[in-house]
């Protein structure tokens, strides 16, 4: 698992305004997701926030978010973190970009980011990409409250 890949540039590249723009519209028509936003803002997006809707959850957990950012190189980071009514934190991270810890395509494990590992996906265009990890934000929401009945 250790060292990078070298299927890519060294560096993750400007924004892909673009493709941020298209992630953003999927997002606004998902039904678990209740807003979405970009950062600094709409004219020079870096960042795309996804306020997930909290209504599914089991009433401990405060808020939830994706936070997705997509260079020109294909590098991405989508970073999902929830919170709770105690202000605890649950969190992870589908990465491709360059780093001294895993493959260039890697997954920072819950429930804190800490814990690496390479990651492999059927495909890294960002829709595809996106559908993964909303898939995996359903299957927390029913862990969540798995959790909470025991």
């Not at 950062?39 to 959850?57: A, F, I, K, N, Q």
Request: glycine letters at 6%; charged letters at 30%.
């Amino acid at each position: 698992m250790g060292g990078s890949s070298d299927d890519g540039p060294r560096a993750t590249g400007p924004p892909d305004r673009q493709t941020l723009r298209v992630l953003e519209r999927r997002l606004a028509d998902d039904p678990l997701v209740s807003q979405t936003e970009f950062r600094p803002g709409s004219d020079e997006p870096r960042v795309l926030e996804g306020h997930v809707d909290t209504e599914p959850y089991p009433p401990s957990i405060d808020t939830a978010r994706l936070d997705v950012r997509w260079f020109t190189t294909g590098d991405f980071t989508v970073h999902y973190v929830e919170t709770t009514v105690t202000d605890d934190h649950w969190e992870c991270r589908w990465d491709r970009h360059p780093n001294g810890h895993n493959a260039r395509l890697h997954f920072h494990r819950p429930p804190d980011g800490a814990d690496t590992v390479d990651l492999e996906l059927p495909s890294r265009h960002p829709i595809d990409v996106l559908s993964t990890v909303v898939a995996a934000v359903e299957d927390r929401i029913d862990q969540a409250w798995d959790d909470e009945i025991t």
